[in-house]
């Protein structure tokens, strides 16, 4: 059986330490934190624990001498299935390779390993006054390799952007098993244009489907001193790009814009906690406007926008200062969780869908997405970053009713139709993974296949995660399978 | 002769009007503005000016049928030889197509044409308060194009980022003639991850040698209602590092903080300037620290950068908002030109070297720079980006000394050397072009390999704009050829 010959090349290469091949073992990489391990469960054949340049090449040599996949991982925290392997193969777990092996506060520089974490290296940075920006909201799991795998963008992107601006430099494994600096062999700076940029488009966000990505090279900056905020609540989810529009006039700046579309049974959860707010009725809308920056600035921000918002119908809440901020981010927590209640029997699945429309169709396409999803017969709580017109949808199922599971594949199907409809993408941050990989010819027509050539051309045998990004037939296997 | 078959073909598919054929005509396509053109004469053996996605599309047929390279230009802005033509054949000249097709604020976004201008660009996005942050000093003449093409920065790149950060979708033709849009095929999104980021990477920066851009889709911001700034003058370079420093740990944001090495010859130019202002003496550096954003968020920024530079030596001047911001701009600039009369016959000639280190080597990289120029025989003024490492070298020559020319020649090739055993890049702005080509295998190692394999994939037969960021052999033409 090809499996236990791939299991015994990988022993004699590792010993028994680094590899792993028990069935309960292999099952703990059946998932990430997306919804589509829930409709289909795959595992490796075996997994390796990857601690060097060393371990990687050594696994790419034996995936090409058997011809199997490698699947690089690295804290499962994604949400497109770009960590799981749906034809077999070697899981080449990264996240117990941790090193942070420079950090040069004053050249404003860390270099790490694929396996720290970005709550590792913001303690790291932290006795200097530094982080890295990009936030994924799963800072204790997600790997810095992975965050720039998937070009991870989060919640203040608004502000700071994704991982691409951060990255200066990556060490990278090709299929080959050739080892190369992207970025400068040896450079440490944090600007250039030398050469092609082969660091931002061809690996950064590649999902690792074009090499292995083993050191990276960040560039960090200063943790700004102060933050400010308002939760406005309001019955006219219409006020969301009316009040946007009124801020940007205004030059409002913001760190992060966040709406939910509240459902009625998330009404008390917020109200519990604004208990001398008198809530409108209905509560449809709820968004968060967070200002980051020096002190002075902040409270210019914040009283601009108290004045545009207090012109609009609603409430609203206040955090003057850093240390009242989570009280409005739990708030919007709250009225996003507070779906679950809506609909007994069914469960709040992870993640959520990560459709962007132009930010003046933002509305159109929630509307769109409720339609859909009331015609799938389920409940859902729309939420996202609001400028960018990136709505999250997630979805509250009962992931037992076979029916239903068939009408929510169709459901995601029809809204990420609509997104392409609305002049849209299918993902704003959570990637393409598994998961949109049958949409790229739709999305980006002639340009799809452009992307083939260029994966052809480092991975001519698709040896290094097949069907991520790019379509594969898939074998697969059932959810039978499924053991734990 | 094949040029004159060149030019029948290019007649006939375009008739008289969009051909230049003229050699005087073609002259004009022999310099950019860098010091590389005073060196060597080059010019294409016809012009098309292209006008539609079908002009380019004929012209790059033509190119193929008789093997001959086809070189895109934009503005002529450039400063590493990236829009001439070392061995004849096509000059794309891009310039005249300028239609700005879309313009919809409410999606903060602006599709338009290669020939636009920045400074035209800007034009039409201020009766709605935006613009296009990347600013590289030839507004009036860089065209958009062209700043996708080399991923312009520019001095306030501190604070907005390279052109990468702004362009949302290209559409480009390839080398085969194929027309794809990168970014999503219709999509008007503001952030996407869909797919392999093909615009980053793969065409923005490439110079042209992947793809002739055809159409950017850019995503514009709010014109910052404020802007204030310092000017520190001192007689201690070492005072640059130390006073950066000393704000970065007290949160201070720049929106550009740029540096002169003052000659003693540019002494008298910013003394006129600053009447009432005792000047260190010697006067050695000069330094402009610039803030933008909300009024209150500047005050705090001005307010705290002039406390920690009143703690250092030397003296400053202050402006407190956007209307006196050029006082201090020109004061810089005078601290910089200043330097033409510290050479009786001598030249500045135009542009600089344009290396990067590692911010913490910013002297040590200025003082081995200043002793290569001194073996050299010539005089040089050092400016550039001091938050980044980034260090224009102008220098000041006699153009018509073939021996100092020689010299002048190596000393480029030291400065390069210089910068990448400081674990430097040999451009951070300016780009590769013809000039840093030869030097990809020293600073990017392996690497260059692989910038290679992309470049043959896309253009096999290396039609397109060959001898930029990867070398070829130049038969070229020698400089005594010059015409005009």
């Given at each position: 059986?090809?499996?236990?010959l ?47 340049v ?120 090709l299929?080959?098993?050739e ?93 519990r ?44 809440s ?24 809506s ?9 959520g ?17 409720q ?6 017969g ?104 499924k053991?734990?």
């Open positions: 059986m090809a499996s236990e791939l299991q015994k090349r990988l022993y004699e290469e590792f010993g028994r330490e680094q590899v792993l091949t028990a069935k309960e073992e292999l099952a703990c990489y059946s998932y990430d934190s997306g919804i589509y391990t829930l409709f289909h469960y795959f595992t490796p054949d075996a997994a390796v624990l990857a601690k060097s060393d371990d990687v090449v050594k696994t790419l040599a034996v995936a090409r001498e058997l011809k199997v996949p490698v699947i690089p991982r690295g804290g499962g925290t994604g949400q497109a299935g770009g960590a799981i392997a749906p034809t077999g193969g070697i899981l080449l777990d990264l996240s117990a390779w941790k090193a942070i092996e420079q950090l040069t506060p004053e050249d404003y520089q860390a270099f790490v390993r694929p396996g720290v974490t970005l709550d590792e290296l913001n303690k790291a940075l932290a006795p200097y006054g530094l982080y890295l920006p990009p936030d994924p909201s799963s800072g204790s799991a997600c790997t810095i390799g992975g965050m720039v795998a998937n070009n991870t963008a989060g919640q203040r992107s608004l502000k700071y952007g994704a991982m691409d601006r951060f990255v200066m430099a990556l060490e990278v494994v299929p080959t098993g080892v190369v600096t992207v970025g400068g062999k040896q450079a440490r700076v944090i600007k250039s244009v030398s050469g092609l940029d082969l660091k931002t488009g061809l690996f950064i966000g590649s999902e690792g489907i074009l090499g292995v990505i083993t050191g990276i090279r960040v560039k960090v900056a200063p943790v700004p001193p102060a933050r400010a905020g308002i939760l406005f609540l309001s019955s006219d989810r219409k006020a969301i790009p009316a009040l946007i529009r009124k801020l940007y006039e205004a030059k409002v700046v913001f760190s992060a814009c966040e709406f939910v579309l509240v459902q009625p049974s998330a009404e008390i959860a917020v109200a906690n604004l208990p001398d707010t008198p809530l409108p009725s209905p509560l449809e809308m709820v968004l968060l406007m967070e200002f980051e920056g020096n002190p002075s600035g902040v409270a210019w921000e914040l009283d601009t926008a108290r004045k545009i918002v207090a012109g609009f119908k609603g409430t609203y206040i955090a003057e200062n850093k240390e009242d901020m989570p009280r409005l981010w739990l708030l919007l927590d709250e009225a996003e969780g507070g779906v679950m209640s609909r007994p029997g069914a469960k709040r699945v992870p993640g869908e990560d459709i962007v429309v132009p930010p003046s169709l933002l509305i159109e396409a929630l509307e769109g997405i339609q859909l999803v009331g015609i799938a389920v409940s859902c709580v729309n939420f996202g970053h609001a400028v960018f017109g990136n709505i999250h949808t997630g979805l509250l199922l009962k992931a037992d009713d076979t029916e239903e599971m068939k009408r929510v594949e169709t459901l995601i199907a029809d809204i990420h139709t609509l997104a392409i409809a609305l002049e849209g993408s299918t993902t704003g941050e959570h990637g393409t993974g598994l998961v949109r990989s049958p949409l790229m010819t739709q999305e980006h027509g002639p340009a799809a296949e452009i992307m083939k050539r260029v994966k052809n051309l480092f991975d001519p045998d698709n040896i290094l995660n097949p069907g991520k990004i790019l379509p594969i037939d898939r074998p697969g296997r059932s959810a039978e399978e053991t734990c």
